[in-house]
């Protein structure tokens, strides 16, 4: 959760009541359900998915020689590696670069892990600019607002919203041509490129055997933010890592289908050293952080596939709870299913143990993630660790009353017929007013099950 951020029973109710956030999220989650389905129409999606597993699994089993290796032959390379414990071990040590470097201006592609530490915000409390070149970042950076998704964060936008603030924070013209914004933006973004000091990324996987960064994306900022400024620093975890370059196949033909139904991602840069004498341009530095920030503390315990994830948001486009509210209602830089295991666990538990219970439990989330982590599983176990915890007793109270009332046929006969009766007369929406302000009653069956059995 992020500092002082109120809890998920807080913030759903006031994104409940936005029917422009709820159209707007069902048709963007929607088209990337479709083409994702139609991007993975030409291959076996199980047979990849587990292949993807298992490096995950052998990957994790041996955590510390990987990252040893990938940092011996990063520096090697020419590289800087250094090891975050923290979110602020992290930001300090980007912000000594940029003293050491009389930097004053970052240009930051987006980092889903930059977002997790807060890193803009820690910059700018140092006198340091950090100016978001992912579109959908600098949207929401302009709106003064956070991500709402992991791979598009301005998704809760309509065009009409994006037309109407570049009107108020750049003086543009209020037109919701999507390519006319683009442009302006584009024109801006530009000149920071040719001025900045510093290029921040993050790291779509690390390679132990080469010592290589891999950076995939769709706008060609990425490119810019680590190739133009003189100094580059990777901000990534330390679940990146793949042990051999051989493995990235895999995960490239899954990242790309399962985030925006493409079959391969615009842009994909394999970045290795800082520029070399014959080279025109990249970074004279090049600076790697990988963070921690409580993901060893999965090691080894049955959350542990949870550190498989690869951040591509599929989970989160099928889920009918964030098709509901949104990504700012989890009040956490991961939102969504994923998000809800994520934040508790490397984070906060007694403050995001709220996030768990923020699930239908239906399965869709773990039917699409291209790695295979049991997700709507792990939210079970997760309930049932918190519970153990915190006693919910007004649930223990329903959950005795429900056991008390299955124990006894004739009056589960009798209390169902009643509902039936209610919900002919249209009199369950009465009594039920309060669960009913955002959902519909179901329709109740004309007979129970047992007489239909009879007949």
């Known amino acids: 959760m992020r500092p002082n951020s109120p809890g998920i029973k807080t913030l759903y109710k006031k994104e409940l ?33 587990n292949q993807a597993r298992q490096i995950k699994l052998d990957t994790l089993s041996q955590l510390n020689e990987y990252l040893a290796q990938f940092e011996d032959n990063a520096t090697k390379n020419g590289c800087k590696v250094f090891y975050a414990s923290t979110a602020f071990n992290a930001n300090q040590y980007i912000l000594n670069v940029a003293k050491s470097t009389s930097s004053k ?67 543009t013209e209020n037109n919701p041509n999507p390519e006319f914004l683009t442009l302006k933006a584009r024109q801006i973004l530009r000149e920071q490129f040719l001025k900045a000091d510093i290029g921040v990324s993050g790291a779509n996987f690390l390679i132990a055997e080469t010592g290589d960064v891999v950076v995939v994306e769709n706008e060609g900022n990425a490119r810019l933010s680590t190739s133009s ?57 090049l600076h790697i952080v990988i963070l921690d920030n409580g993901r060893t503390n999965l090691l080894g315990t049955e959350y542990q596939e949870i550190l498989h994830c690869i951040r591509c948001g ?39 143990r709220d996030l768990a219970f923020a699930s239908t439990l239906c399965g869709n989330c773990t039917e699409v993630c291209p790695v295979g982590i049991n997700i709507h599983h792990h939210l079970l176990t997760l309930r049932n660790d918190i519970n153990k915890r915190h006693k919910h007793f007004v649930e223990k109270f329903l959950i005795n009353q429900f056991t008390m009332v299955s124990l006894r046929p004739k009056l589960l006969s009798f209390l169902g017929g009643t509902a039936r009766m209610l919900s002919r007369l249209q009199l369950l929406n009465f009594f039920l007013k309060q669960w009913t302000k955002e959902r519909s009653v179901p329709n109740f069956p004309p007979q129970s099950f047992k007489k239909y059995n009879r007949e």
């Open 105 to 171: 201006l970052i240009v930051k592609s987006k980092s889903m892990v930059t977002e997790e530490i807060e890193l803009v915000d820690f910059l700018k409390k140092n006198g340091i600019e950090a100016v978001e070149t992912d579109l959908g970042e600098y949207i929401v950076q302009l709106a003064g607002e956070k991500p709402s998704h992991i791979t598009t964060p301005a998704i809760h936008k309509s065009r009409y919203e994006i037309s109407n603030l570049f009107h108020d924070k750049l003086g």
């Open 314 to 352: 599929a989970c989160l486009n099928v889920c009918p709870v964030y098709r509901k509210i949104g990504g700012h209602a989890y009040g956490s830089v991961y939102p969504g299913p994923i998000g809800s295991l994520v934040t508790p666990l490397y984070s906060d538990m007694e403050k995001a």
């Open 17 to 49: 009541s936005n029917h422009q956030l709820r159209e707007n999220l069902s048709k963007a989650t929607l088209q990337s359900v479709q083409k994702r389905n139609k991007s993975f129409e030409e291959l076996d999606f199980e047979y990849l998915r």
């Open 229 to 285: 400024p003189r100094v580059h620093i990777v901000v990534t975890g330390i679940e990146k890592i793949l042990p051999r370059f051989s493995d990235l196949r895999i995960f490239l033909r899954l990242l790309g289908r399962s985030s925006t139904g493409q079959k391969l991602t615009s842009y994909t840069s394999i970045l290795r050293s800082p520029r070399t004498k014959e080279e025109l341009d990249g970074p004279d530095e």
